[in-house]
């Protein structure tokens, strides 16, 4: 069965820091790149980040950059976020989502998706 | 940053009718727009890409159209399953942003 699961949520001071991941299985997870979306409680999405497929580049959306870190394991077909410095605007529920395009022809689609981990930043 | 702006917020309508969402984008984003729809405590799901193509699985019912800046959704003939919220997604220069989305609500 195809699938994504997120792990890792839970609530966390401002300033902290959190990891969360995501498991996939059912399909050549090495083969294609991976994102993170975000959707605050109540609110619309906000992309997080991006990995190729073999890791070698990464993005990241403004709001997140310089403070979180995307990595994965393609031998675990695992794909982690490193949250470091976290603020209350961090609060929302990650997904974990696999790009429409194989390999190198990545697309910037999130096509299969995980039920998500809710990340709460309280004080 | 490109924004996207969707209209209308809310949608009202009955099943068996026709929806038409629309997404505008601050600048030219060529084709390169997708359609996702969302249910309450679900995960999004890809409906339509490159502004026309449909998803793996989507239903014909399901079309977009538009290029540019003005992009539509239509779904025909609305079944109860499709009261949901709808976002479009643009992608572009190494960045994505969705509009706001908007709600199609059972009438």
């Known amino acids: 069965q195809v699938q994504l699961g997120e792990s890792g949520g839970g609530v966390v001071q401002p300033g902290r820091s959190l990891r969360v991941s995501c498991a996939a299985s059912?399909?050549?997870?090495?083969?294609?790149?991976m994102h993170w979306v975000r959707q605050a409680p109540g609110k619309g999405l906000e992309w997080v980040a991006v990995i190729s497929y073999d890791g070698g580049k990464k993005y990241y959306g403004d709001s997140v950059k310089g403070r979180f870190t995307i990595s994965r394991d393609n031998s675990e077909n695992t794909l982690h976020l490193q949250m470091n410095s976290l603020r209350v605007e961090d609060t929302a529920v990650y997904y974990c989502a696999s790009d429409r395009g194989y390999s190198s022809s990545w697309t910037w689609y999130f096509d299969l998706w995980g039920r998500g981990t809710l990340v709460t930043v309280s004080p | 940053e490109i924004v996207l702006t969707q209209s209308p917020a809310t949608l009202s309508l009955s099943p068996g009718e026709r929806a038409t969402l629309s997404c505008r984008a601050s600048q030219s984003v060529g084709n390169y727009l997708a359609w996702y729809q969302q249910k309450p405590g679900q995960a999004p799901r890809l409906l339509i890409y490159d502004a026309s193509n449909r998803a793996t699985g989507i239903p014909a019912r399901f079309s977009g159209s538009g290029s540019g800046t003005d992009f539509t959704l239509t779904i025909s003939n609305l079944e109860p399953e499709d009261f949901a919220v709808y976002y479009c997604q643009q992608r572009s220069n190494w960045q994505n942003t969705f509009g706001q989305g908007a709600k199609l609500e059972i009438k």
């Open positions: 059912g399909f050549t997870f090495s083969s294609y790149a």
